[in-house]
């Protein structure tokens, strides 16, 4: 138990109860599993919940886990809970692994019989080995997942990950008769430290070392004089008690006995949904007082946005969304924001849920009164991807939140009309399917690859070998034979965007040359040729994360933007100062000699320029510069693609090796990718 609503499980736990590979690493998206949780008594109680925070099993270079691998890294699941209105049983006390620590795991039907006595071994920074008592219980299937709980010290020290099994004959699969020279009981887990290092960024662990009450603080002083005002009488202040105690789930307190006004203002502080619970009971009556209340509540980083009740409708309407439109949750959060500095470590609905109801708000219309909060917008543009009876729920639940916070009218009108409008664009605009291929050098004119499809939903991997290493020419035919797979859209002519992720040290690799070359085929395949060809690094975009806000700025002006050519070799110095603060300049080309021009590439990339243009050529990109300066910054993939036909049909008049580095904001990379090069090591 992580929290109030949130459970804490191993990622391929999920995977087997939604049947799916174990160690797949695709994150379930909004599939529901069951979790049962047991009371004090021993009851069980079912509740659906979804996956809120996915860290994948990976291997510890980062690829994809093999199914012969008996360790690996990662395979953690945050499932958010739809428990009760009080929220779920307190979780327990969380504590450091340590070496010699005995505790005790029990398997997943939680039945009092199954517990396996174990002793922590082998602890390093990943993992820790538990070796099981020769009597009792051993860890097997269904443990995987589950609290190794610390009897001496009544906490939970890590996970249960997996167990390692008796050997198998090679041949026929059958177990070997039983050697004294066998590994036995053994099993390995994730230790708490490590888990805690994981979920930490994921800002799921706010109540993993509670704070005491300050009854110095602001807020709580404030909140004591506004209670003693708001409820004037004990009789009052029993009867908002219970009406708030109802609101939250929470039992009431005693029906003659009122809560002072420091006990009052200390429930409102440490219950995350009574203060907008309590601004909504009075918001009809003494508007005023709820503006109070609410102001003074907001002095604390404790309450949340929404209310017990309001929080449960949001997620009604998430639960039963359509796939496609949840699947654009993530677009529709950087239209509406697109000054957000940086997104959640997860890309779920849910933990963009959670990151979201901490935003502040902006103002427009009505700037006098309550800002707009950063969730209502977003649920505004989400609205506006839906069909109209869908949208008119989404409406009357964000006009009924905007009417409790006290916003005027005006100012949600601005913002609905803002998403109308987006949505508007989006129709003249249709996701192109992209092919993403990881190409990661693997010696001397060898690399190995590993490759994606993205239809308009996110990417789903079709290749999982990332050990193999190809040649060029077996790497085009590779990428060449998975475009064959695909099934293009009927309604949509336009060749797939071929997207290249790179390292800052690919940049320049000619992977738009490659041709597979076929004695069998009538005609060769040249990548760059056939389909617009750009490169992506996110090492470079994610290595100084304070401009992730500025990319993601630049690209929502991509169609107005402006361009900045660089004719002259510049310093790193120089470059920064021309470019950090110009949000409206959204492309660069780079035309100067290679030595100074790689420096000047990555530096424009790091500063989150989403368009970047150069020739991988010796002597400059002034060609290319000029064939593109006519072209549309967004119709520059298949501009340059059209270059490179007419190079290889008529070299001498079209010189150049042109390079185009494409980051584009609205479509999601790999979670490989963005991961900090630790973290894989």
Not at 10 to 35: F, I, K, S
Not at 83 to 97: E, N, T
Not at 622 to 635: F, N, Q
């Amino acid at each position: 138990m992580l929290g109030a609503d949130t459970v804490l499980t191993c990622a391929h736990v999920v995977n087997a109860a939604l049947d799916r590979p174990m160690l797949e690493p695709r994150a379930p998206g909004p599939d529901e599993v069951t979790v049962e949780v047991r009371d004090e008594m021993g009851a069980g109680h079912r509740y659906s919940a979804r996956v809120a925070h996915w860290i994948a099993p990976r291997a510890r270079d980062g690829g994809t886990v093999r199914p012969d691998d008996d360790e690996w890294l990662g395979d953690l699941a945050v499932l958010r809970v739809d428990g009760p209105p009080g929220g779920l049983l307190a979780g327990p006390r969380l504590v450091d692994m340590e070496v010699g620590q005995e505790v005790e795991a029990w398997h997943g039907t939680g039945g009092a019989a199954t517990y396996a006595r174990l002793t922590v071994h082998g602890l390093d920074r990943f993992r820790a080995y538990l070796d099981g008592a020769a009597t009792g219980m051993a860890v097997g299937p269904g443990y995987s997942g589950g609290p190794l709980w610390c009897r001496a010290e009544k906490a939970v020290a890590g996970l249960v990950v997996a167990h390692f099994m008796p050997p198998r004959d090679r041949a026929t699969g059958a177990r070997l008769p039983y050697s004294p020279q066998h590994l036995v009981r053994r099993s390995w887990a994730v230790p708490w430290q490590r888990v805690a290092d994981e979920l930490r960024p994921l800002g799921v662990l706010g109540g993993e070392a509670p704070e005491l009450l300050d009854t110095d603080d602001h807020a709580f002083l404030l909140l004591t004089e506004a209670i003693e005002d708001v409820f004037p009488s004990a009789s009052s202040r029993v009867t908002g008690a219970q009406r708030l105690a109802r609101a939250c789930g929470v039992a009431p307190g005693s029906a003659v006995t009122p809560p002072t006004p420091e006990e009052f203002a200390a429930f409102l502080l440490t219950h995350p949904r009574a203060l907008a619970a309590l601004a909504g009971h009075l918001r009809r009556d003494a508007p005023r007082d709820a503006d109070r209340i609410l102001a003074a509540g907001g002095l604390s980083r404790t309450p949340r946005l929404l209310s017990p009740q309001e929080y449960a409708a949001l997620r009604g309407h998430l639960k039963t969304m359509e796939p496609d439109v949840l699947a654009r949750f993530p677009e529709a959060v950087r239209a509406a924001l697109p000054h957000l500095a940086a997104f959640p470590c997860g890309d779920t609905t849910e933990s963009l849920l959670d990151h979201l109801e901490g935003l502040p708000g902006d103002g427009h219309a009505g700037s006098a009164g309550p800002r707009v909060p950063a969730l209502l917008r977003v649920m505004e543009y989400v609205g506006a991807l839906c069909p109209g009876s869908r949208r008119a729920e989404l409406r009357l639940w964000a006009d009924g939140v905007a009417r409790r916070l006290g916003i005027a009218r005006a100012a949600i009108g601005e913002r609905r009309s803002d998403a109308q409008e987006w949505a508007r664009s989006l129709r003249h605009r249709t996701a192109r399917v992209r092919l993403l291929v990881q190409v990661t050098r693997a010696g001397q004119g060898r690399h190995r690859l590993r490759i994606w499809c993205d239809e308009g939903s996110g990417p789903r991997q079709v290749s999982t070998d990332s050990v193999r290493s190809y040649s060029a020419s077996d790497a085009a035919r590779e990428v060449l034979r998975v475009l064959d797979s695909l099934t293009p859209p009927a309604d949509d002519e336009r060749p797939p965007l071929l997207e290249v992720l790179v390292d800052r040290t690919g940049l320049n690799l000619p992977v738009d040359e490659w041709t597979a070359r076929d004695p069998d085929a009538l005609v060769p395949g040249v990548l760059g040729v056939e389909f617009p060809l750009v490169v992506h690094c996110p090492e470079l975009l994610r290595r100084h994360g304070r401009f992730m806000a500025h990319w993601r700025s630049r690209w929502n002006r991509l169609d107005s933007g402006k361009t900045f050519v660089v004719s002259e070799p510049m310093d790193r110095e120089t470059i920064y100062s021309s470019l950090v603060n110009q949000l409206d300049t959204v492309r660069v080309c780079v035309d100067v000699p290679p030595g100074p021009r790689d420096g000047i590439v990555q530096t424009c990339l790091a500063l989150g320029i989403p368009v970047v243009v150069w020739d991988r050529g010796r002597d400059g990109a002034s060609h290319t510069v000029r064939y593109v300066a006519d072209l549309a910054t967004r119709e520059l993939p298949d501009g340059v693609r059209d270059y490179r036909a007419n190079a290889k049909a008529s070299p001498p008049d079209f010189p150049g090796r042109p390079v185009l580095a494409w980051a584009d904001a609205d479509r999601t990379v790999p979670r490989l990718h963005l991961t900090e090069p630790q973290e894989s090591a």
